[in-house]
């Protein structure tokens, strides 16, 4: 079974604090994701990487970076937490091309 | 897909009955991928079912079925035989035009009534 593991289930930050959140997929997957979930706007993407040290921005990239210095490991960083970045942060990951994305269990984030 | 709509936010169905959960969405290829995603409470995001819009044939998995009308750009979910396990929230989601991204509706929470 493809397992997507997440650093943390629930995070307590405040505002202006660099904020990182981890993902680990052990499939050797090339495609890995994170998005954002917030309640009536479903998922939305933030970044995707297709391989290691490439990333492309997704739809709301605005306030995040991330990192992938190895195949497995997708980093997601607030340089400078923002209180409407309190979210639910799920990372994904997937073979190309993308039939199906495996999900990690998400990362609650609250930025006080 | 380029937007993803789903127009029900919430929806109930008594345990044993069959459900549709609806979907639309705009797209301006010809050959795409649709799919349904099913995220319980506290667990994760899993695939319910894949179609291939090529595919004149709707697509089934045990209870969970579709009906896709590709000209309407319609992508309902039918579950038949509602289970308790079934209570989640159902996400339906589009492949992009260049096969590197998915486009998620806002989803609609399922409520499974005993």
Known sequence: DVK????????????????????VQDMDHENMFWYRQDPGLGLRLIY????????????????YSVSREKKERFSLILESASTNQTSMYLCASSLPPIYEQYFGPGTRLTVT | AQTVTQSQPEMS??????????????T????????????????QMILVIRQEAYKQQ???????????QKAAKS???KISDSQLGDAA???CAGLNNAGNMLTFGGGTRLMVKP
Do not use: H
């Not at chain 1, 997507?4 to 993902?23: A, D, I, N």
């Not at chain 2, 709707?58 to 896709?68: C, D, M, P, Q």
């Open chain 1, 4 to 23: 997507v593991t997440q650093s943390s289930r629930y995070l307590v930050k405040r505002t202006g604090e660099k904020v990182f959140l981890e993902c």
């Open chain 1, 48 to 63: 995707f990487s297709y391989d290691v040290k490439m990333k492309e921005k997704g739809d709301i990239p605005e306030g």
């Open chain 2, 13 to 26: 169905v008594q345990e044993a009955e069959t459900v549709t959960l609806s979907c639309t969405y705009d």
């Open chain 2, 28 to 43: 301006s290829e010809s050959d795409y991928y649709l799919f349904w995603y099913k995220q319980p409470p506290s667990r």
């Open chain 2, 58 to 68: 709707n697509a089934t998995e045990n209870r969970f079925s579709v009906n896709f």
């Open chain 2, 75 to 77: 992508f309902s979910l």
């Open chain 2, 89 to 91: 929230m159902y996400f």
